[in-house]
């Protein structure tokens, strides 16, 4: 299984795409970037998973319905924790900000369901991934996940303060391939990120110390666009090669 960045970046900036990841080609992890997938693409994606329910990470999930609602044969499954499908339904798509897909029906069949996730279980999703969703320490009903396909597993935070629940679920792994976490602040701003519930470089690496020592390349992603040569500088400085910063168009397999 490939995950590969289509946005990566913790805010919107010129030059800059909001979080979305394909796994595979039927599955598109949270929805910031999706207007960055060509229109056959966009149309490939069975199931959009959301992490959390923060606009950089649904923004552009009701212009890929719009563009996509009449070349689909079936209806686009949105899936994520209850209280995030709850916030998306009650303040997106709610025929005001945006309209209902739930509620246009195209052949027959609604333009979008929801499907809830239920936490620590293993949900097979289109292409044969699993996701394993975990509760994190962040607003809007988020979730971590961890990705399965038959050859590994990936840990991937989505936006979370300091956690615990995630790195013990991976630590179990025998088969983990990568861990994919988010840096949104430099070190210099600690106290921003813990009042936000995000990590800095310094952090990440009390994060890392909960999974213990995995040989595995850790990527990060999230990163604050005006603070991104600062963390890079600090990634470089205290990790080495150990954690890499994620770039648009890079791909991680397991
Ligand atoms: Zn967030
Ligand atoms: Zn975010």
């Known amino acids: 299984m490939i995950l590969e960045a289509v946005g990566v970046d913790g805010s919107k900036q010129y030059g800059c795409h909001l979080c979305s990841m394909m796994l595979g080609e039927h599955v598109l992890l949270d929805a910031g970037s999706a207007s960055m997938l060509s229109g056959g693409r966009q149309e490939e994606v069975k199931t959009v998973l959301l992490t959390h329910a923060h606009l950089d990470h649904v923004l552009e999930l009701g212009f890929m319905l719009d ?119 430099p070190n210099s701003m600690t106290d921003t990120a813990i009042a936000s519930d995000h990590l800095t470089p310094v952090l990440l690496r009390s994060e890392l110390r909960k999974l213990g020592s995995p040989e595995v390349p850790v990527y990060a992603f999230h990163l604050k666009p005006w603070n991104r040569r600062e963390i890079k500088e600090e990634v470089a400085a205290g990790f080495g090669d150990a954690v890499t910063v994620l770039r648009r168009g890079d791909r991680v397999e397991f």
């Open 67 to 185: 563009a996509t609602v009449a070349a689909r044969g079936e209806p686009l499954v949105v899936a994520g924790s209850a209280a995030c499908l709850d916030m998306v339904g009650k303040h997106y798509m709610n025929d005001l900000v945006w309209p209902d897909f739930g509620r246009i029906r195209i052949s027959g069949s609604p333009s979008l369901v929801y499907m809830e996730l239920r936490d620590r279980e293993w949900t097979r999703l289109p292409g044969g991934v699993e996701a394993w969703s975990e509760p994190v320490c962040h607003g809007a009903g988020a979730r971590g996940f961890i990705f399965r396909s038959e050859t590994g597993s990936i840990v991937y935070t989505g936006d979370t303060g300091p956690t615990y629940s995630l790195w013990e679920k991976a630590s179990e792994l025998d088969d983990l391939r990568a861990v994919i976490a988010e840096i949104s602040f």
